[in-house]
């Protein structure tokens, strides 16, 4: 069956830069988009990142654009996502997704999500 598994979350000031890793068993990333999205304390799960699978392109929420980067390793199965320039504001849970092929900012077309890491931003 499809896991994911997210880790590198983590507690850091502002400015600062934290790599969240999702590592994936029972798919295969070149025909699985994997998304990042976060859930901070009585907000709705918001789209942060994708990557597609074949093409590796990728797409970004506006409020992350120009600081956050996702890539994959396609052998390792594993995709990353590169923050900087962190800001309280981007204190969430973080959340790995995947679906077949295409990403969308949508989580309700995600069947497989992983657990979850904590990342929080003190000003």
């Known amino acids: 069956q499809v896991q994911l598994v997210e880790s590198g979350g983590g507690s850091v000031q502002a400015k600062g830069s934290l790599r969240l890793s999702c590592a994936a068993s029972g798919l295969t990333l070149s025909s699985s988009a994997i998304s990042w999205f976060r859930q901070a304390p009585g907000k709705e799960r918001e789209f942060v990142a994708g990557i597609y699978g074949d093409s590796g392109s990728t797409y970004y929420a506006d409020s992350v654009k120009g600081r956050f980067a996702i890539s994959k390793h396609n052998v390792k199965n594993t995709v990353y996502l590169q923050m900087a320039d962190l800001k309280p504001e981007d204190t969430a849970v973080y959340y790995c997704?995947?679906?077949?092929?295409?990403?969308?900012?949508?989580?309700?077309?995600?069947?497989?999500w992983g657990q979850g890491t904590q990342v929080t931003v003190s000003s």
């Open positions: 997704a995947a679906r077949p092929w295409l990403v969308s900012t949508s989580r309700r077309e995600y069947p497989y």
